[in-house]
């Protein structure tokens, strides 16, 4: 069927509202390679964060597959779905909110490890869990501490040795820094990469900060409103993007430079309600080469000569 | 290499007896935020001199609650009788020393009752929804929409006066408000993201309701128990003086004030004592309730 490690096809997640169904992932379709960093870009409320939710199984998918190793596990039962969360682990974006405030590091770090019969025994889980911390670089007397006695930075160091501690082979990271200080989001990104070499780790990264996905990412995805407009190569992309989209986001990033002016603003108007989708293009409205095409069909993610896909019709 | 793991865990059980010494327990912290607030201190010294008056009502006072004396009625204050005598002839404060027996006895059953119904309701509608929810929801609507006194009054009279019917009466319209708090913090704690960290671990359904749901639904369970006591308190009192509650000849704060009505005028030291006696109780209930309420959170630090 496909040879990527993870892959997920028309993969489409909606949600009903009032209003008629609300798109929040719509046909996304994307491979992941053993060992990868997968970086995926977008405005907040573009999908992002449920299409990894749905692809860890945390929401129930409309339609589409996932493949995990060549194996579908987009309609799991609930016994196979306990596997999957070995192998399948995610960090959230606030750590504030992510950790039980009523447990112990100690607690929530042993759960993982109790539920899946990693340790069986008091001594070994509190070995595990020391190596957990010392991997975070945090020390073993944390274990006895509550997340209100600890910092924002000490919190995501937690909730990524939790995502750890379940040995596994994929971890998606949902805005693993954008609630933190920025002296402490390097210091993360840098533990974070030392744990990915330690057990040869695949990361997912979602985030709307570009230049995080340009440093962390090997391949990635750009999505707007529920669908990805442009993949391919880190590398390529940010050299130069072909999506109008893409053109305009990242153009959006202010320049480092102070004697430059503030960059002109490509993108206008607002992103449409999920709920109400534009016909055609997606982003027709907000397009500043839209033409009667785009109005009426949908583009596909089509491959270009770089390797790169795009889902414009300027690119077909 | 068995070695280095036998070394790491010296080194953490080492590491964490060194910290215990210094730390102090959860509930040690608590106690310190509640010692911190001085209203709550003071609310409660207040509760605890209820208490004491309560327990030791027989030898604060010489006299009995229950013995009439013609001759003596309706006295001022005075060295025998400090608070003076009632209609009957009985002194005010042994009376009122006894009434607290049955103030407190009433509140505790009261919120006993009504708070076992409400949270385990509470609980069940947050957490399984659909219809259950949908059930225990619209009796709550319908029990809200009537007043709660009138209600209670309703049905205290179809039962009959005595204690424990005041406390079924007042059980079965308080329970509604514990059902919607706890609900709603229930709710709420569902859609967390600690909850959802928890599902992608893969902890199971019972797992999640007793280490993550309970343990964060508890101290809003405690503090409506606190807050709810003092409104327990004078709901009571409120069926006694309106001769719905507990029976005259007993010795209870809401029956004296509806009894010194009629003599307001001439020894008004009868209602006015009582009414302080349920003003102290309510306030020093009520300091405890917001106390606690800022020392169980443990996202307040200490400042």
């Known amino acids: 069927m496909s040879e990527s490690w993870l892959s997920v096809k028309n993969l489409s997640k909606h949600f009903d509202t009032s209003k008629g169904p609300l798109k929040a992932v719509d046909s996304v379709s994307l491979d992941v390679n053993k060992g990868d960093s997968y970086g995926l870009v977008g405005e907040s409320g573009c999908g992002k964060s449920t299409l990894i939710r749905t692809i860890l199984r945390l929401l129930e998918p409309t339609s589409g597959e996932i493949f995990l190793e060549g194996r579908e596990i987009a309609k799991a039962s609930r016994q196979s779905i306990r596997n999957l969360r070995r192998k399948m682990s995610l960090v959230f974006q606030s750590p504030h909110s992510s950790l039980n405030p009523r447990m112990t590091v100690y607690d929530t770090l042993a759960r993982p490890l109790l539920v899946h019969g990693i340790t069986r025994n008091k001594k070994d889980t509190t070995i595990e869990i020391v190596r957990l911390l010392k991997l975070m670089g945090l020390q073993a007397e944390h274990m006895i501490r509550y997340p209100h006695e600890l910092s924002g930075g000490q919190k995501q160091r937690i909730a990524i040795a939790r995502a750890l501690a379940v040995g596994p082979e994929i971890v998606f990271l949902d805005e693993p820094t954008s609630a933190l200080d920025v002296s402490v989001q390097t210091k993360i990104l840098k533990l974070l990469d030392l744990a990915k070499k330690e057990k040869q780790l695949t990361y997912f990264y979602i985030s709307h900060d570009i230049n995080l996905i340009r440093v962390v990412s090997d391949k990635m995805g750009v999505m707007y409103l529920g669908k990805l407009v442009e993949i391919g190569e880190t590398s390529t992309i940010m050299k130069k993007p072909f999506h109008p989209y893409a053109v305009g986001l990242f153009k959006a990033v202010p320049d480092p430079d102070p004697d430059k002016k503030l960059p002109e603003l490509l993108l206008t108007g607002e992103v449409p309600s999920p709920v109400n989708t534009p016909s055609g293009c997606v982003f027709h409205p907000r397009c500043p080469f839209t033409w009667d095409r785009c109005r009426k069909e949908v583009p596909v993610l089509l491959k270009q000569e770089d390797g790169r896909g795009v889902a414009c019709h300027k690119y077909s | 290499m068995p070695e280095r793991d036998e070394a790491l865990y010296q080194e953490a059980i080492e590491d964490i007896r060194n910290l215990k010494k210094q730390r102090s327990s959860q509930l040690y912290l608590v106690w310190l935020r509640f010692k911190k607030n001085k209203l709550a201190f003071v609310g409660l010294v207040m509760v605890c001199i209820v208490l004491l008056v309560a327990l030791l009502a027989p030898i604060l006072t ?242």
């Open chain 2, 62 to 303: 010489p006299y009995d609650p229950y013995e009439t004396d013609p001759f003596n009625r309706l006295q001022p204050p005075s060295r025998q009788n400090w608070l003076g005598t009632d209609e009957l002839g009985r002194d005010v404060l042994t009376r009122l020393f006894y009434g607290t027996r049955i103030a407190l006895l009433i509140g505790v059953l009261i919120v006993l009752f009504e708070g076992t119904i409400g949270i385990t309701l509470g609980i069940l509608s947050g957490f399984f929804g659909g219809v259950i929810d949908n059930i225990v929801m619209r009796l709550v609507d319908i029990l809200r929409s009537f007043p709660v006194i009138i209600l209670a009054m309703a049905i205290a009279g179809i039962m009959g006066q005595g204690i424990f019917n005041v406390i079924i009466a007042m059980g079965i319209v308080g329970w509604t408000t514990y059902a919607r708090m706890v609900r709603s913090k229930i709710l709420s704690i569902k859609e967390s993201d600690y909850v959802e960290a928890a599902r992608s671990i893969g902890e199971s359904r019972v797992s999640i309701i007793i280490r993550y749901i309970l343990p964060n639904a508890l101290p809003t369970a405690i503090i409506m128990v606190c807050i709810m006591m003092p409104t327990a308190l004078i709901a009571s009192s409120t069926l006694s003086f309106l001769g719905v509650g507990v029976m005259p000849p007993t010795a209870d704060w809401g029956s004296m004030i509806s009894a010194g009505r009629d003599y307001l005028l001439n020894a008004p030291w009868i209602s006015t004592s009582a009414g302080f006696a349920i003003m102290f109780a309510v306030l020093g209930f009520n300091f405890i309730g917001d106390g606690f309420r800022d020392a169980l959170d443990p996202t307040t630090k200490r400042s």
